[in-house]
């Protein structure tokens, strides 16, 4: 027992006379009930501001995966606090302590390590010798090895009701999700007040499916506007601290950020891994680490994070998961990946580098359900797909179903989600995405698989992709009425009309140096055509200026400066260098830009050795396909693959 001067000290009272006989103990032991009731009686105080707090809240299975679990839990009082687990193989039981504390609203989390992969644990919750929580749904199953051929099922929402529409959980679970990862605006809190904030995250946690579901499926979680402050609110806010330190006192994940900022996680199951971005806490705070002239959304040390996980990782596919869609939602409002498009681009740019497979983005916040296939082969060598969903509420917005050139599907639908299943036990894997409404009703679905994104590379032409898929022009622009697709080619003009004047199929990004390699074959009246390189487009004009390797009669093999010289600049020095042409047929034709040289061969013999002589060209641009204006011609090009020169 404390010395009355202790507790003299401990309660900031002045200090009080030594008694003279024993019954002057009395006051001294009521004290010490006052300061020992002190620690005591905080539940009530809390419970007394919501009726949130006089409830147990959970057990919620938090961030779980091959090796190890994170259990969470919130009693009605503090003190200590037992997990039980029991090993699948032997029955045997490992009892872990945590303590219930006020200053953490008596949240505690335990971390469980030492785990076997692909294995259910049963749980228990003891305070001393009472059960709080236990019983054959009280259980979590650890992922499968990461090597390991598996199926998983993923359930990705956002924007959550609290007091009602419980019934899409059960959905969730009735429809196989292994996971549950909330994108945001799960709770609504709209304020930094720490006593608002502990009690919508206690009402959300407290949904009676919810709660159900996630006492055995885990939990993910990362927050957007409404859950980070307020809408639209960016990481300019203030008290943003407090906001944080609820979101870590309530769920259970294995990182939070870099450990003091922001709340980026990842997660792998199976053959999926979840990069679950922060796009609120680091936005508009700095410099962009990619643009120093902008503004950042993700801060340096996520950007860091993101790529490094990214090029590491062995998943077969890589979910990029964020509360903000990816594209432009044509609102007033700031948070969208539009706004951030210099380091949305540039993430584009890294994965395209990197040669990175199975890259899909995730999004939320629209109340929208939404898939968009994004033209991205020729930067990254396959399509980047991005899946929409929102909302789990009730609440749609019509209008932020915007028209996009690459919308697949589009929905203002209620009540929905999005469920990801990876399957590695296939071959190729499949990834299949479906928007599920709470009545059941599958409103869409996308199947994917590995094959399909992965970087097209082309079999024995080491570091060569293709950047004409065969199917579709994904990634390039130019008139539908002159350009069309024929038996795998590209096919610029007509033999049945005559062609009013040049046309140019363009690719949507530039190159400096590269190595082109493609086939072409003339058929027509005409035979002229061409191939440009390091080009642009004349604003509102039909032509393009720049370099032009020729295609045609007269015309082969040579290097010609469209609408800028306007003048062969090289070709075949003399006959024996003159290229042996397949009439009517395809040729090989091979581009080479380094520097200010330029070299083509075709049909492997070398036309073109050029070095610019004047330094202020630009050695930067588009690739184009052209047909020339005039008689019925076809120009048809093939089996277009570059390799970048680094």
């Known amino acids: 027992m404390p010395s009355p001067a202790a507790l003299s000290t401990a309660t900031d009272m002045p200090p009080m006379p030594r008694p003279t006989r024993p019954a002057s103990i009395r006051p001294y032991l009521r004290l010490l009930a006052c300061v020992v009731a002190s620690l005591w009686v905080a539940p009530a105080l809390i419970a007394a501001e919501h009726p949130s707090a006089a409830k147990a809240t959970g057990p919620i299975v938090g961030h779980v995966d091959a090796g190890q679990a994170y259990v969470w839990y919130r009693p009605t009082t503090p003190g200590p606090l037992t997990l039980s687990v029991r090993d699948p193989r032997t029955g045997s039981e490992r009892r872990l302590s945590q303590l219930a504390r006020t200053e953490n609203d008596l949240c505690v989390t335990w971390h469980v390590t030492g785990l076997l992969p692909q294995s259910r644990y049963q749980y228990a919750i003891f305070r001393g010798d009472k059960q709080l929580a236990g019983g054959p749904s009280y259980y979590f199953e650890t992922a499968p090895d990461e090597d390991a051929a598996a199926r998983v099922s993923l359930a990705f929402g956002s ?7 419980f019934d899409i959980w059960r959905r969730i679970r009735d429809e196989g999700a292994e996971g549950v990862v909330l994108l945001g605006d799960t709770p609504y809190i709209d304020t930094a007040d720490l006593a608002v904030n502990r009690n919508r995250h206690r009402e959300f946690l407290q949904i009676p499916t919810l709660a159900e579901m996630c006492r055995s499926t885990p939990l993910w979680s990362t927050w957007d506007d409404h859950d980070f402050g307020a809408n639209d609110s960016d990481g300019r806010i203030a008290n943003k601290a407090t906001i944080r330190n609820v979101f870590r006192q309530y769920r259970a994940q294995h990182n939070y950020g870099d450990g003091s900022e922001g709340i980026y996680t990842r997660f792998r199951r199976g053959p999926v891994e979840v990069f679950l971005l922060d796009p609120r806490w680091f936005s508009q705070t700095a410099p962009s680490p990619v643009a120093p002239d902008q503004v950042t959304c993700l801060g340096s ?18 979910v990029l998961a964020t509360g903000m869609i990816w594209d432009d939602k044509k609102s007033s409002e700031k948070d969208d990946w539009e706004t951030y498009r210099h380091e949305r681009e540039a993430l584009f740019d890294f994965i395209g580098e990197k040669k990175i497979a199975g890259v899909v983005l995730v999004g939320g916040d629209i109340h929208c359900s939404r898939a968009l296939r994004f033209r991205t082969e020729p930067r990254i060598g396959y399509p980047l797909w991005q899946f929409v969903t929102s909302p789990l509420h009730d609440g749609v917005i019509p209008s932020l179903n915007v028209p996009h050139p690459d919308l697949i599907y589009g929905e203002p639908v209620p009540n929905t989600f999005l ?8 071959h190729p894997p499949t990834l299949v995405a479906t928007w599920i409404q709470m009545s059941g009703r599958k409103l869409h679905e996308v199947r994917l698989d590995a094959q399909e994104l992965t970087p097209a590379v082309v079999p024995g032409e ?20 002159w350009f069309r697709i024929e038996d795998g080619a590209i096919v610029g003009g007509s033999l049945s009309e005559r062609i009013p004047h040049n046309e140019f199929l363009c690719t949507e990004r530039e190159y400096d140096d590269f190595e082109l390699r493609l086939q072409v074959k003339a058929v027509g009246e005409g035979l002229n ?11 509102h004009h039909h032509e393009m200026i720049g370099y032009q390797a020729d295609v045609g009669e007269g015309w082969w093999g040579k290097l010609y400066d469209e609408s800028r010289r306007a003048t062969v600049l090289a070709g075949p020095k003399d006959e024996s260098a003159e290229p042996v042409i397949k009439e009517n047929d395809w040729n090989d034709y091979v581009i080479r830009c380094e520097g200010r040289r330029v070299q083509i061969w075709i049909n492997g013999r070398q036309t073109v050795d050029y070095f610019e002589p004047d330094e202020s060209l630009e050695q930067k641009g ?17 089996h277009v693959r570059i390799r970048e020169l680094k």
């Not at 924007?159 to 529409?165: M, R």
């Not at 040390?301 to 890589?318: P, R, V």
């Open 159 to 165: 924007c959550a009701s609290s007091t009602d529409f």
């Open 301 to 318: 040390a996520q950007w860091k994070w993101l790529l490094e996980g990214l090029e590491s990782s062995t998943a077969t596919f890589k």
């Open 419 to 426: 469920r990801l299943t990876a399957d590695s036990t296939r």
């Open 462 to 481: 080491v570091g060569f992709r293709t950047i004409f898929d065969g199917r579709t022009l994904a990634g390039w622009e130019g008139s539908d009425k």
């Open 529 to 539: 055509a061409g191939i440009q390189i390091r080009s642009r487009r004349i604003p």
């Open 622 to 638: 588009l690739i184009g396909l052209q047909i020339h204006g005039g008689p019925p011609t076809e120009a048809w090009y093939r």
